[in-house]
């Protein structure tokens, strides 16, 4: 409990704190300069145009991305759940592995399958008569990547959630549905994702906690560009903070992604409650 | 209706996905061993022309991998132990012990677990900093030592103690931290691992923390190695892949050794 209550609160607050004064490298080496300067610090990242880029970046990968993820999720663990699917476990291991994997690692594997001429991804496509795309080097296709990157990386986790929800869903609502005619996509719309709700409503709260963290993928990718491209909030509080260490700045950076994941949440919460009202 | 043609979609569909989840992990392998050069052409190889270990031995003798292999392997053991401890005590002091405000703290915990790490690491290494621990394993393991969703996981499971054993032992004379070695660990058991494993590979695949706060490459954990390598050496593809395989080897194994305990803890941690 103390622990966390040093390593943990403390460091929300501290970080509150520190939001509101101009710490920077002076300040690491002599406490005394430090001055409190109030909401300076989030007036001049709005006026920042780094920080709208990032702002929409982290969106665009949140909004785009998780949805896509928890799509993906969703239809491997209905495809693996099927009655007449062999060797369920088997194939339940092999899509939980990108998972497991480090991240770094599988960024790394992923700049190169990537790679516009190197990479198994433009071999494909041009097997299909598609020329080369540029993925990591073209502003517009960088997140794009890093989106599908993630798909790949992640959907074996939903997966297994959304498995276990598809277990509780008792058999007899299925029979009743399908002797009331009810076809497959009857069946899918109108018994499992009702039922599936409340695991849907959980998994996305994770999922987008999660996405909105995006960090080690453009940091081993991309560096943050093309042209900013992929700068995601967290990489750019690792660089204000880290690199330039304005640790004030970066402080409210960190800050405004706690926002968006408490308001993100609490939308989600709204939805589910006036859903079981 | 016929269950065949149906049984026949279904297992292809599933083959195909298991490729695609899988195609980048073997590309990577196969890369791995490829004689150096060889990635970089096209049309891009997917097997090796002959099998090298080459790229292994030049982490090994001219990168200091090995440094790296025992930093991550250290601090991932370790991290894990003293969590075990620390948050198997914790949940089940919050499941069976009765404290004063002992509800509403539970609740300010799970509260929080909306709260993004990212925030508490400025102050954090601005706090390793005072204490003198930047660019020590103990400020790299600070994080990782007390976890909300490990109290979590073990108060859910300590819940279903049953209170007569406890009394039972208290009745027996044995004091609390007796009833907890005999009586609650064995209980626990398999949520303690569930929490090991997750620990584990949590820590050893953690990224952003030992970037901040490890600034000496003598005490790089592997990712931050592999990152680094991969910056530096980004015409390298093969030893690149070696030391991708090379970092992902270890929790692959513990995955596969401890799956069972692994998804049980994706699942309890999902019933909220």
Avoid: C
Wanted: proline share 5%; no cysteine; hydrophobic share 55%.
């Amino acid at each position: 409990m103390l622990l966390i209550g040093v390593f943990f609160f403390l460091p929300v607050i501290g970080a509150l704190l520190l939001s509101f004064t101009d710490f920077d490298l002076y300040a690491l080496a002599d406490r005394s300069v430090l001055r409190f300067i109030g909401i300076d610090n989030y007036v001049s990242l709005f006026r920042n145009p780094d920080f709208g880029r990032a702002l929409r970046n982290t969106f665009y990968y949140g909004l785009v991305g998780g949805p896509l993820s928890i799509a993906a999720s969703l239809g491997a663990a209905l495809l693996v759940n099927a009655k007449l699917s062999p060797l369920k476990g088997f194939f339940r291991s092999i899509y939980f592995a990108p998972y497991v994997t480090t991240l770094v690692a599988a960024a790394v594997i992923w700049r190169y399958l990537l790679h516009t001429r190197y990479g198994l991804v433009n071999y494909g496509l041009g097997a299909l008569g598609i020329n080369p795309v540029d993925w990591l080097g073209d502003a517009r296709w960088a997140l794009p990547a890093i989106i599908l990157m993630s798909i790949w990386k992640n959907f074996g986790y939903n997966m297994v959630i959304f498995v276990a929800g598809l277990q509780s869903i008792p058999e007899d609502l299925y029979e009743a549905a399908e002797l009331d005619g009810a076809g497959r996509w009857h069946r899918f719309r109108h018994v499992t994702l009702p039922m599936l709700a409340p695991t849907l409503g959980f998994v996305t709260i994770i999922t987008l906690i999660g996405y909105f963290q995006l960090f080690a993928e453009p940091y081993v990718m991309t560096q943050g560009g093309p042209l900013r491209s992929t700068t995601s909030l967290v990489l750019l509080m690792y660089e204000e903070g880290f690199r330039w260490w304005r640790m004030g700045m970066a402080a409210a950076v960190a800050f405004v992604l706690f926002g968006i994941v408490l308001v993100g949440t609490a939308i989600q919460l709204w939805f589910r409650r006036k859903e079981e009202a | 209706m016929s269950t065949r043609p149906q049984r026949i979609v279904l297992a292809a569909a599933l083959g195909v996905v298991a490729l695609l989840a899988l195609a980048p992990l073997l590309w990577m392998v196969s890369l791995s061993v490829m004689p150096g050069g060889e990635a970089n052409r096209y049309p891009p190889r997917l097997l090796p022309s002959a099998v090298t270990l080459e790229h292994y031995r030049t982490l090994f003798s001219r990168l200091d991998m090995a440094r790296y292999v025992l930093n991550s392997a250290f601090l991932a053991t370790t991290v894990t132990l003293i969590s075990v401890v620390i948050n198997g005590a914790a949940g089940y002091a919050f499941a069976k012990f009765h404290f004063k405000g002992r509800d509403s703290l539970y609740r300010l915990l799970v509260g929080s677990l909306v709260i993004p790490g990212q925030v508490t690491m400025l102050p954090l290494f601005l706090m390793m900093k005072q204490l003198g621990l930047v660019n020590t394993y103990v400020g790299a393991m600070v994080p990782w030592l007390a976890s909300i969703f490990g109290i979590f996981l073990v108060r859910q499971y300590a819940l279903s103690i049953p209170d007569d054993l406890l009394d039972a032992a208290r009745m027996d004379g044995a004091g609390e931290w007796q009833i907890f070695r005999r009586v609650v660990i064995p209980v626990i058991r398999p949520i303690l691992l569930t929490l090991a494993v997750f620990t584990f590979m949590g820590a050893w695949n953690d990224f952003l923390w030992p970037l901040i706060v490890l600034s000496n490459d003598a005490r790089y954990t592997l990712p931050v190695a592999l990152a680094n390598l991969s910056l530096e050496h980004v015409q390298d593809t093969e030893l690149m892949m070696a030391g991708a395989v090379l970092t992902i080897l270890p929790v692959m194994v513990v995955f596969i050794a401890m799956q069972r305990y692994y998804m049980s803890g994706i699942t309890a941690g999902s019933v909220k």
